[in-house]
């Protein structure tokens, strides 16, 4: 199947739904698209992320594959195209790079790949523990997550929250002039990534 939403659309067609579930494919995604981790919070919120690939299958991918990797460890998660803090995403399901070694490798560096791969992801899980004490960082989620005007809370999808959402005035002036530093954010974790913070 194409996506992950249509993937979600099939299960609710199955005799078994509960038992059948999603692994994200980054590439279907970008192909249709789409933003990859909106599709992996669209499976999570519905219960149904079984797995996940942790590459991008793309050069000079390393932070998309930082955020990734930001998703699938317990402290925090991503959604909505940003990162978000407390929203209590406690993934523990498997995953994996889906990836490949040279051609050119033999049976020992093909081990070695692997062996990177696993170094790749406990050297960005540390990084993602310097990013969640880095004070700045924590200073710049708290400003971007301030609810502007009265907006309602977002969270688990419910029809109440989704009513208030439709009746709810926002004011466009208002929302323009509001403050929104991700340029800053987003240098933050690149610094983190390249060690010089």
Partial sequence: MA???H????ILTLDRPDMVGV?????????????????????WEAGKLFHIDLNDQMPAGMIRTYYKIRVSEPQICV???KVSRGC???????????AHAYRTEDYEGVKEFARGCMRTYLVFKEKSRRWN???EIQALLKETSVSADGTPKLGRYSRKQADALLAHHFDRDAILKRKLPYERLDQLTVDILAGVR
């Fill in 133 to 135: 004490a880095d004070k």
């Fill in 7 to 10: 993937y979600l659309g099939f």
């Fill in 79 to 81: 959604l909505v195209g």
């Fill in 3 to 5: 996506t992950t939403g």
């Fill in 23 to 43: 692994n994200p494919e980054f590439a279907h995604e970008q192909m249709a698209g789409l933003n990859f981790l909106h599709g992996v919070a669209q499976a």
């Fill in 88 to 98: 209590e995403m406690k993934y523990e399901g498997p995953r994996h790079f889906d």
